[in-house]
């Protein structure tokens, strides 16, 4: 938690002391998150896709070439059935957590009204909570263990009209949040992310 407090401060720092310069934005931002799990070998396991969201505020620095940090309150997770053995019951692994992307991005079409950019950078995730729901699936699935943090690494595109910035980006995780604990199970977690963010200036 200490290490969060002090990246909010940073940023509202940074924010502070660079509001009147030209080439500084700073906004709230909103996001989904599509995440599904995949299981190496295949497995009687089903997982179906999981919809949560992002919210929190971004800053960027830079002209054509731009740094982003974020700082993110996030809801993800999982859910999967095992229709095989008869049970279509879902069971639902929920994860929240504070989310800090370092994103670095270049502008590849950059007019007044709207900029088109590719973004990309590391992503760090610390838990807040958790809650893991069990209904009618196979015994492996019981030996879940979550971690209470992850590093990652997303990158996409962008799009900017005025003072609303979309973004579409995909995840890729360097460490597993969710990870099964028997061993010839691997879990691999797949997410897309889609936010909105409005530059405030």
Known sequence: ?????????AISIVAVSNAQVPSFSFGPKIAVNLSQLTTDP?????????????????????????????LLYSTNGVKFSNFPVGSSSPSDIN??????????????INLKVINVRVIGGPIASFLVDKKVSYQGV?????????????????????????MF??????????????????S??????????????????
């Open 165 to 182: 910035t979309l973004d579409l980006r995909y995840n890729l995780d360097f460490n597993k949040q969710i990870s099964q604990q028997v």
């Open 138 to 162: 196979i015994d492996q699935t019981r030996m879940v263990s979550i971690k209470d943090s992850k590093w990652g690494f997303q990158f996409g595109a962008g799009i900017d009209v005025l």
């Open 95 to 108: 994860i929240h957590s504070i989310n800090v992307p370092l994103m670095f991005g270049a502008r590849l």
């Open 42 to 70: 295949a497995t009687a396991i089903t997982d179906k896709l999981k919809t949560g969201y992002d919210l929190g505020v971004f800053a960027r620095f830079g002209g054509k070439c731009y740094f982003q940090p974020e």
């Open 1 to 9: 938690m200490k290490r969060i407090l002090l990246v909010l401060a």
């Open 184 to 201: 010839q199970f691997d879990w691999k977690r797949q997410a897309v992310n889609v936010s909105l963010g409005w530059k405030l200036f």
